[in-house]
């Protein structure tokens, strides 16, 4: 795997990484009735999927133009992390609605 593949892997998972972090944090914080505090860390949450979506994308790009990379276990793993941070991050909203409402 040649080093600019590898950055974009490891972008996926540091990012992806600090999204579900920072969501898990917004529901912390929810739960003590800080909703102000919850919506900042999940604007943070969604600017690290952005982030995550941008090397993931990059990835994509190379592959269509034929650039071909091998699939290891830590890609696998990279894509795995993100699609796991997308799906936390939207439940993380959906329960700071609920506290909400309570």
């Not at 972008?11 to 739960?31: C, F, P, R, T």
């Not at 604007?43 to 982030?51: D, N, T, Y």
């Not at 941008?54 to 993100?82: I, R």
């Amino acid at each position: 795997m040649n080093e600019e593949n590898l950055e974009a892997i490891m972008g996926l998972i540091v990012h992806a990484g600090n999204a579900k972090s920072d969501a898990m944090e917004a529901i912390q914080v929810a739960k003590k009735g800080d909703f102000s505090e919850a919506t900042e860390k999940i604007q943070q949450a969604e600017a690290s999927l952005v982030e995550a979506h941008h090397a993931q994308t990059g990835m994509l790009t190379k592959e269509a133009q034929g650039d071909h990379m091998t699939v290891t276990l830590l890609t696998v793993h990279s894509q795995d992390h993100l699609m796991t941070a997308i799906a936390f991050t939207d439940l993380a909203k959906e329960i700071i609605d609920l506290y909400k409402r309570v």
